[in-house]
């Protein structure tokens, strides 16, 4: 259940050779054996995407690829971080001084990221030192939450190491205000499935809401009391398409371009000039919607379930494409021939702006479609045909497959 604190598993080393190797590595780099392991999933996001952090439901699924760091907690206020890829760097800071440089976001500001939050929901004056080692297998920058994993698994770190408990539901809810240290500001999808998967505002003011109030489409939405299809005629009737500049939302709002930018702009967007208000919502609630649907689908299973589900991933990946801009030329692509070769329905999935697709494909189609997809879209590029094997992979739920295959 949610509330649940996270599971403890007792597991024998000689049944695990990732944890019997990790061990090893431990114990050449620290001199000790680690005292216990903890994993935190990546996740894809099945559909539902940029609409999270406005109010509204998502769908994403826990993935098998995930961050595992061995832990030692020690007597010195000293936390030392490693990593078994030789390509990041080994990090120490003393415990009581945590300081996250969001300027340069380098692996080890996102631990610190987890270990600060704990910290500060506790309280603690003291906290525990810590040696880390810290073993990944979720490709970075893929779209896949190899970030928010190592924040949540650096959560969970700082919490069993000073014999601290919480549900899952507070551990997620305090990593999502934690990542928000290094300039994340998601809405929680990936650190709640991380630790919550089980198996198997201009539309206010048009309408004389108090648009000071809202911070999100979903707060407009529920002003007014409407549908999420009567939303999507709001905008139509609202909003123009021509991008909006901030002197015309100023206008619009009925105050002063510095109190936009004081009360109605975020840090990231105070500079810019132009906004495309109607399709971002647009995207926003049919979005919304179609997350709905392909619950609905999912319920009810009707005969054409695959199919309708298919057809909901290529609306969303359209409108990621053309109403929220989010994609780029080297993931159309991919989607293009992920379709091509068997795929029911293909998206992005992630933030976009590059990553990977999530592709629906049938079971008895998989290894053809993944020796094509991978053939198709490497065959230009040679430095990138040997990634290939890392960057194909499927996890089968079911009769299904869902193959995520990074651009």
Request: hydrophobic share 35%.
């Amino acid at each position: 259940m949610a509330t649940d604190a996270p599971s403890t598993l007792r597991v024998q080393l000689v049944e695990q050779p990732r944890l019997q190797k990790l061990k090893e590595m431990f114990l050449s780099k620290f001199g000790t054996a680690p005292e216990f392991y903890v994993r935190a999933p990546g996740r894809v996001n099945l559909i539902g995407e940029h609409i999270d952090y406005c109010g509204y439901a998502v769908l994403p699924m826990a993935i098998e690829q995930d961050i595992l760091i061995a832990v030692k907690p020690v007597k010195s206020q000293v936390v030392q971080l490693a990593n078994t890829d030789s390509s990041y760097l080994d990090f120490s800071t003393n415990v009581n001084n945590v300081q996250i440089n969001k300027t340069k976001p380098q692996w080890h500001n996102y631990f610190l990221c987890g270990l600060k939050g704990i910290q500060e929901h506790f309280g603690l004056n003291n906290p525990t030192g810590m040696n880390c080692l810290l073993d990944g297998t979720i490709p970075p920058s893929s779209g896949l939450s190899s970030s928010s994993a190592l924040v949540c698994c650096a959560g969970l770190v700082t919490l069993k190491a000073n014999g601290k408990t919480l549900s899952k539901v507070e551990l997620a809810e305090i990593c999502t205000k934690s990542e928000r240290y290094i300039g994340t500001e998601g809405g929680g999808m990936d650190q709640s499935i991380s630790f919550l998967a089980e198996e198997g505002t201009l539309l206010a003011k048009s309408k004389g809401l108090d648009w000071k109030d809202m911070s999100r489409l979903h707060d407009v939405q529920s002003g007014l009391g409407v549908s999420l299809a009567d939303m999507l005629t709001v905008v139509e009737a609202v909003l123009h398409p021509e991008p909006y500049s901030t002197e015309e939302i100023s206008k619009c709002l009925g105050i002063s371009l510095e109190e936009l930018r004081s009360q109605g702009l975020s840090q990231n967007t105070q500079d810019v000039s132009t906004f495309k208000l109607y399709q971002r919502a647009k995207h926003v609630y049919s979005e919304a919607a179609r997350v709905l649907e392909f619950k609905k689908i999912c319920n009810e299973a009707p005969a054409d379930a695959i199919q309708l589900l298919g057809e909901l991933m290529n609306q969303s990946h359209i409108s990621c494409r053309e109403m929220y801009e989010c994609s780029c030329p080297e993931l159309d692509r991919l989607v293009d021939i992920c379709l091509q070769f068997g795929a029911t329905g293909s998206r992005l999935t992630g933030a976009g702006w590059g990553g990977c697709t999530v592709s629906m494909v049938p079971t008895d189609k998989l290894n053809t479609f993944m020796k094509n997809v991978g053939k198709a879209y490497y065959q230009t590029n040679v430095q990138r045909l040997a990634l290939e094997n890392n960057s194909l992979f499927a996890t089968k739920p079911g009769s299904g497959a869902l193959v995520f295959v990074e651009a």
